[in-house]
Every structure is written in structure tokens, then in C-alpha cells.
């Protein structure tokens, strides 16, 4: 009666998984974001949220309450995906203060929204 070495089969069986494993590692190295070159493509919210690397809700957000241009059909949104990279641009274009320049405490206040221009800390 002949008998199969036990270590074969785990040795097989872990050959079979690391195959596996550098197929899914290929996989998850390839770009999941979509292509920039068809500029005119409608994405929905799920694509939308890779291309800005945010949540889904956080998109929907932006939607309601930040102005991000979408078509909405049905219960869901599409959005354009020009418009989508012009509206990330118009954030990029906002200049914030240099804060090196001033006192510690000034720049916690305009930060946080705190800042009058009138107010002065050398002022008691």
C-alpha cells in the first residue's frame, strides 16, 4: 500500500496560495482610479470618491453643501469627471495666509476663524 507524504500536499497547497497571493498583489498595483484621458466620462459616486481619495458620503457632502456640479438621476448622482477635477483645482487656487510671520496665538485665531483684523495682541 503506498502512502502520500503529507508534507507534499502542504507543500502544493502553499504553492497554490502564494500563486494566489502575487495575483492579487499584481491586481491591487494596478491604478484604480480612472483614467484621465476621457475627460467628458460621467462617474458615479464610488468612482467620484477615488479620484478626490474620499468617502462616498463625504462626496455626497460636497455635493450638497460645497457646490460640487453633479446630475442627479433617480436617487443617485453622476458627475462629470472635467468638472469634478476643475472643481478640486478651484481649492488649490486658494491662497492661505503665511502664518511663519505672525505671533503664535494670531495665527491660531485666523486659522480657526477667529481672526478681526483690527485686533492686536500687543493691545491689554
Known amino acids: 500500500m503506498q502512502t502520500t ?3 507534499d500536499l502542504i507543500l502544493s497547497r502553499l504553492e497554490q496560495l502564494q500563486s494566489s497571493v502575487n495575483v492579487l498583489s ?10 484621465t484621458s476621457d475627460r467628458g466620462r460621467l462617474l458615479d ?3 467620484a470618491a477615488e479620484v ?3 468617502p462616498i458620503g463625504t462626496v455626497r457632502h460636497y455635493i450638497h453643501h460645497r457646490n460640487l456640479p453633479a446630475i442627479k438621476i433617480g436617487k443617485s448622482y453622476l458627475i462629470k469627471l472635467d468638472e469634478l477635477l476643475v472643481w478640486v483645482d478651484k ?5 492661505e495666509p503665511k502664518l511663519d510671520n505672525m505671533e503664535p496665538m494670531l495665527a491660531n ?4 476663524g477667529k481672526y478681526k483684523p483690527g485686533f492686536s495682541s500687543d493691545k491689554h
Open 5 to 7: 507524504n503529507p508534507f
Open 26 to 35: 499584481e491586481n491591487a498595483q494596478k491604478p484604480t482610479a480612472p483614467a
Open 45 to 47: 459616486l464610488a468612482e
Open 52 to 54: 478626490v481619495r474620499k
Open 91 to 95: 481649492f488649490k487656487d486658494i491662497d
Open 109 to 112: 485665531r485666523r486659522r480657526y
